[in-house]
């Protein structure tokens, strides 16, 4: 196609099409538009567990108020193996995904046979005994106190040594996690398992009549989201070298659906653009009130009473009427 | 291990029953807006907080316990019902996330609102006289208030049944479907019926917190922890079912004491437990409608 | 002229409770028939075509298919066997578009759990869509969402869409249900020329529009079959005429 | 009400201050920024949530140190400046704040917490920087080897002492049959273990530890059992709305009759807030109670201090610590001549201190603050004011002994 630089609508259209490419440009010059690293961080990790939380919410409709269990998981696996085991930080991270993946495969297992807001507390009450095992095992997850000293100083890969303390170095050493993450979670978007996922989400009974077999698709989808945000917390648990008990609450789960929520479920980066405004927002207005909540839980319901689709569902749209406008009117 | 007396365990199980009370109360309140709205009210924890907070503000004004009893549910209902025309009423026909996330919004904003006028630290509460005291059971002394705790919730229950079991308006909640259809044929309106339900729930919601007030610590975050049990208690019985509800409540109330009894530190776990394996033996809880919002 | 019998159906009973929805019903169907099961509203019509299709299972009794028992198998397994249906009340994926409702369809011939190619991998796939909606006459309006096309070009969307699986063996559930004269026409044409290519069964109460269109009619009444014959034969049954008389 | 508007707009004053000088100073022109910057003391608390009475308090009382700092003229022209944060009681928030305070405001030190888990998540984050961490939260793990550093300092008491002081007062004049009640969670197991290694000296009998989730709002489950155990002592390991909760559906259940409560660590915010009749007769053990000032000349000059500085108001126990947490490393920082974490660090374990309740020192191997324990009854009789809620009813001084021994904690050099 031919791109005229001056036209905005030849723009938009192009990060449509390249939105892997817009994400990574955006995230790549985002620290440089938060107030401090540690909480662009934050976004990057709570962005991707909002990406893993969307592709089983946002685009199977299957409504999991279990998360906190496989972002938890992946914190305490990766914490664990550095601090008990001595792992170095690569294989921690493969410990923490591969644990959380065959966590969500189990618990995925169990739930799939329950519907809407049973699913949902399916998941909640195996999620609440993931973290009461946990919380148990004080020995090797520090209970309530957390897990203390995950202490990744340097991250040494192929003679290669970055010096992990810095906080602009740990960003863009943990972009690069999320940016993986995001190819692959793109890829499977436009895979044809990706179609068949949303099928199951529009129609499972049609999807069945297709010849698909519903229930190992869910399953598949749960696994993969499971793993990923295992990721996310692998990648906690390096950032703050430590892994709170809070980490495997329902809240945490909550907190993620809300992130997807208010950026745009279904959307490829709405969950970013959630988890950005919810931890923002949260960080701004926590330093001028005490009374920070109130103004956030308002923030919510004007979004929601305002913005139906999502901040970035939202934008999206608007943006697809003015682009057929602009065709209708050429 | 440890020996229980029989005495030891019928005092576990009336505990479990008051306990059992305030759950059923919450779970008839979520049950009956979800059943109706399909509206998974998340600010039902923040009801019943308002509800303790207005009790006992009301009983230090007036000194009067069984006023204050009318006076709350009344009011938390009257919010209620605000809440329900400005927020929620946009949000029919969005799917069940939208009311979601806003009443969850709407929690986070009573929080702060109650912080704020009545500040952070919570305020003392204390048993009514009349009510103080413990009486004798045959079997253990049982304090006296725990005992009208229950007989409360049952007259509430047989109160709210008698509503929908003899009213136009019961008729429609008992159809419990948001089917216009059924509305036209009985030429009500339905919107009037949604205001309606919403009003009962946080009026109920309202009334077990200012019941629960003198037995727990009055604070903002009372709320928090409650609603979380009373989901499990609602999904248990079953979403939209009344008797479910009420059956579940009391259920987890006895689970609750009894491995409060036998395996303390297990105590909350054990009720998530039981919503874990009744949910997979049977997905759609006691007397669930199957698939709903699938 | 006696082509093999495709779907054998044997005594198949449904009750609910103690209702008997469909009691000890027998019928086989061949090759190449475009048959149609009718009877009044009640008569068990539709729980037949549920348990032939795996909608509800049988209580009991079989369903045979190319002579293999396919009484208790998942609802995912008919397409892949080679029967397709079309639902009563529209079922469309209506939030993606009606190209992709077909691709979906489509695609289950050659992927099923393919999470790394990239759907364009498929061109063949693509073409196969456009040819689809083409022949259901769906090709304007390819790229609109399945939800906002109009009722009767849902029903069209759906057959393309049990088209794509290839079927030896077509279901559709009243598939003029709720359409205007026009649409019902032109899906009566379409539903002949698909005939000439598979075996086809629907379930139908318009009388004349199945006497014009089939080779075989199997008549139910009260979840008992009634009668079975091509439809002069049906049009002379007198049991077939008391009940329907019955009925007016 | 006015209190608390008042409170708030200095914290608000302070993170204004706080984020200004941080504008002005980035990081690149570190180098300049060393002799006319205030000294930056990082102070995350839990302003929202459970504890966040409390945690204003801390606020209030820190702000005291640091304005009387200033007003003597700061270190060398430096002024000291507070930078408060929310932790809003929640450890990956406390650890998230803390990399904000050092890695963004460029604090020189941090003070501050209140619950375990913030305290060692706090800790960590600044152990890892060397930055020094002076807590104020009662937890028992910081002062064990595998968290301790030489940047960790802990100046509130820890379970083991108040436990232990609680335990040495109460058993021998209440009885030697306990029930333990206790929040199933670190802090209430350090709790139990204080009041057993003091209890058995004395031939205490346990009847039963009965271990609760933390966070648990309805204990009537609990009481039957403990009703037909019918121990002398009923012992509250627990803490803060869980605390509360406990004794007043206790005292629903008729306890009080025959059984007396006690609990190492009897919060002033929380008797304010339960009301006189469900902590009368409890007994238990504090850090600090402003009542003493009576018997401790220091305790009514920091009082007054308090007074002065918010309209009357006193001082509750975790103000008291926030006040002495910041004012000691703001002293070591004078002797040391230094902002230097390890030259600080040095001065403080020199440090000998009595700023509101007596005699003080940081032990050597652990850091451990070693200090006085003041036992409190809860009276609901005969009360002055709103605040005037206990009655002291005796004072354990200050005495290494009643701490684990170095090695127990496993410090290799108990110097």
């Known amino acids: 196609m031919n791109f005229n630089v001056l036209n905005p609508a030849d723009w938009y259209v192009w990060m449509r099409n390249h939105r892997m490419a817009t994400a990574l440009l955006f995230l790549l010059i985002f620290p440089y538009l938060m107030p401090y690293e540690a909480l662009s961080i934050n976004i990057l990790i709570f962005g991707l567990f909002g990406v893993g939380f969307n592709l089983l919410f946002g685009y199977t409709g299957l409504l999991s108020f279990g998360h ?37 495969l189990l618990i995925g297992y169990l739930a799939i046979r329950s519907r809407g807001i049973y699913f949902s507390m399916v998941t909640l009450a195996l999620a609440q005994i993931v973290y009461y095992v946990f919380y148990k095992a004080e020995s ?51 895979s044809p398992f990706g179609a068949v996922i949303e099928a199951i989400r529009e129609n499972e009974k049609r999807a069945a009549a297709c010849g698909y077999d519903v229930a190992r698709a869910k399953l598949l989808v749960f696994v993969l989201s499971a793993g990923l945000c295992g990721l996310a917390g692998t990648l906690r648990a390096l950032h703050l070298s430590i892994v709170p008990i809070d980490s495997l609450h329902y809240l945490q789960s909550g907190q993620a659906v809300m992130m997807c929520l208010l950026g745009g479920m279904g959307t490829f980066f709405g969950p970013f653009l959630g988890a950005a405004v919810f931890l923002y927002l949260e960080d701004v207005i926590t330093n001028l009130t005490r009374y920070w909540m109130g103004v956030v839980g308002i923030i919510f319901m004007l979004f929601v009473l305002f913005f139906p689709k999502g901040i970035w569902g939202t934008v999206l749209h608007r943006c697809e009427l003015w682009l057929a406008r602009k065709e209708g009117a050429a | 291990m440890l020996d229980i007396s029989p005495q030891l365990f019928a005092l576990q199980l009336m505990t479990g029953f008051a306990l059992g009370a305030v759950y059923a109360l919450l779970a008839i309140g979520l049950s009956l807006i979800f059943g109706m709205l399909t509206v998974v009210n998340f600010a ?31 009011m938390t209902g009257a919010i209620g019902l605000v809440c329900e025309k400005f927020l929620v009423r946009p949000l029919y026909g969005r799917g069940i996330d939208y009311p979601l996330l806003l009443t969850f919004g709407l929690s986070y904003v009573m929080v702060d609102v109650v912080r704020f006028t009545f500040g952070i630290e919570g305020i003392p509460s204390s048993t009514p006289e009349s009510l103080r005291g413990a009486v004798f059971l045959g079997f253990g002394h049982f304090p006296l208030y725990r005992l009208f705790l229950i007989l409360a919730t049952a007259l509430i229950v047989i109160a709210l049944w008698l509503f929908i079991e003899k009213t136009r308006y019961g008729l429609i909640i008992r159809a419990g479907s948001r ?74 109330g006895v689970v609750f004491a009894m491995t409060s009894l036998i395996a303390p530190e297990f105590a909350e776990l054990s009720i998530f437990v039981l919503m874990a394996l009744v949910l997979l033996w049977r997905p759609q809880g006691f007397f669930g409608k199957a698939g709903l919002m699938s | 002229m006696t082509a093999p019998v495709l779907l054998d159906v044997r005594q198949i009973a449904r009750y609910y409770g103690k209702f008997r929805a469909l009691g000890e019903v027998s019928v086989s169907f061949r090759q190449g028939e475009l048959a149609a099961i009718i009877g009044p509203n009640g008569a068990g019509k539709s729980t037949f075509f549920n348990v032939i299709s795996g909608g509800v299972p049988a209580s009991s009794g079989q369903v045979l298919f190319k002579g293999k028992d396919i009484t208790r198998i998942a609802p995912h397994e008919y397409a892949r066997k080679g029967i397709a249906k079309s639902f009563q009340i529209t079922n469309v994926f209506k939030h993606l578009s009606a190209h992709e409702n077909v691709r979906v369809a489509l695609q289950m011939q050659a992927t099923r759990f393919q999470l790394w190619k990239s759907r364009d991998d498929y061109p063949q796939i693509k073409a196969d869509a456009d040819a689809l909606l083409e022949r259901v006459g769906l090709a304007s309006v390819g790229r609109q969402f399945a939800g906002d096309l109009a009722h009767g070009q849902q029903r069209a969307l759906e057959i393309a869409m049990a088209l794509a699986c290839k079927p030896e063996l077509l279901l559709m559930d009243e598939p003029t249900a709720g359409m205007s004269p026009e649409e019902t026409q032109t899906m009566v044409d379409l539903i002949r020329q698909l005939a000439t290519e598979r075996t086809v069964i629907l379930v ?45 | 009400m006015s209190s608390q508007l008042f409170n708030k707009h200095i914290g608000r004053r302070s993170i204004v201050l706080g984020g200004a000088a941080a504008a002005v100073a980035p990081a690149w022109m570190g180098v300049a920024r060393a002799q006319n910057t205030p000294i930056k003391i990082g102070f995350p608390v839990p302003l929202t949530g459970a504890f966040s009475a409390e945690a204003q308090d801390q606020v209030k009382a820190a702000e005291v140190a640091v304005k009387e700092f200033n007003e003597k003229g700061g270190f060398n022209g430096r002024k000291a400046e507070l930078l408060v944060r929310d932790d809003k009681l929640n450890p990956g928030e406390a650890a998230t704040r803390t990399l904000e305070l050092i890695e963004k405001d460029k604090v020189d030190f941090v003070v501050g917490s209140l619950s375990a888990a913030t305290q060692l998540s706090i800790n960590a984050v600044c152990r890892d920087r060397k930055i020094i961490f002076n807590s104020i939260s009662q937890s028992d793990a910081i002062n064990e080897a595998k968290d301790w550093s030489m940047y960790t300092f802990h100046e509130a008491l820890n379970p083991h002492l108040t436990a232990g002081a609680v335990a040495r007062y109460a058993f021998p004049k209440y009885g030697k049959k306990l029930v333990y009640l206790t929040a199933d969670y670190a802090y209430g197991h350090e709790m139990v273990r204080g009041f057993q290694r003091a209890g058995q000296a004395m031939g205490t009998q346990m009847l039963a530890d009965i271990r609760f989730p933390l966070g648990t709002s309805d204990f009537s489950a609990f009481l039957p059992r403990i009703q037909s155990l019918k121990p002398d002592v009923l012992v509250m390991c627990n803490f803060g709305r869980d605390q509360l909760n406990a004794i007043k559906q206790a005292t629903d259940f008729g306890l009080k009759a025959t059984t007396k409560i006690i609990s190492p660590v009897l919060l002033f915010t929380a008797r304010v807030a339960g009301g006189a009749d469900v902590f009368d007769g409890v007994v238990g053990g504090t850090s600090y109670y402003w009542g003493m000032e009576d018997k401790v000349p220091a305790a009514k000059a920091f009082n007054d201090k308090f007074r002065k500085a918010y309209g009357g108001a006193v001082p509750s126990d975790y103000g008291a610590l926030g006040y002495a947490g910041v004012r000691s490393v703001l002293q070591a920082v004078l002797d040391a001549k230094s902002t230097e974490s390890m030259k600080v660090s040095i001065a403080l374990r020199q440090l000998r201190y009595n700023w509101y309740k007596g005699d003080q020192f940081y032990r050597k191997c652990d850091h451990q603050s070693v200090q006085s324990v003041i036992i409190v009854e809860s009276k609901s009789k005969g009360m002055k004011d709103k605040n005037d809620v206990f009655n002291v009813v005796h004072i354990e001084n200050a005495d290494e002994k009643n701490l684990r021994t170095c090695d127990e904690l496993g410090h290799k050099v108990s110097t």
């Open chain 2, 179 to 252: 089917d216009p259809e059924i509305c036209k044929v009985l030429g009500i309106d339905i919107s009037r019926v949604w205001l309606l339900v919403f009003g009962i729930g946080t009026a109920i919601a309202g009334l077990s917190g200012m019941l629960a007030s003198p037995t727990r610590a009055v604070n903002p975050e009372m709320g928090i922890p409650i609603l979380a049990e009373s989901f499990v208690v609602t999904v248990v019985g079953g979403m939209g079912s009344l008797p479910g509800a009420v059956l579940a409540g009391l259920l987890v």
């Open chain 1, 68 to 104: 906190a269990a496989f972002f938890g998981v992946g914190s305490y696996l990766a914490g664990i193996s550095v601090v008990h085991a001595g792992w170095p930080w690569w294989a921690a991270i493969g410990c923490g995904v591969v644990a959380s993946a065959l966590v969500g």
């Open chain 1, 140 to 190: 090797w997850t520090g209970g309530e106190n957390g897990l203390r000293g995950v202490k990744v100083e340097t991250i040494d890969l192929l003679g290669w040594s970055i010096d992990f303390m810095d906080p602009l170095n740990k960003y863009y050493v943990i972009f690069v996690f999320v940016a993986l993450a995001l190819w692959f979670v793109s890829r499977v978007l436009n």
């Open chain 2, 44 to 74: 039902h924890g923040a009801f019943f907080m308002v509800g303790a907070f207005l009790g006992v503000y009301s009983l230090g004004l007036t000194g009067n316990f069984w006023f204050s009893l009318l006076l709350v549910p009344l």
């Open chain 3, 204 to 248: 139908e109460h318009k009388m004349k529009m199945v006497m014009g269109l089939c080779n075989r009619l199997i008549v139910l009444h009260h979840g008992e079959l009634l009668a079975e014959g091509n439809p002069d034969e049906i049009r002379s049954n007198p049991e077939v005429r008391r009940v329907y008389l019955g009925q007016h």
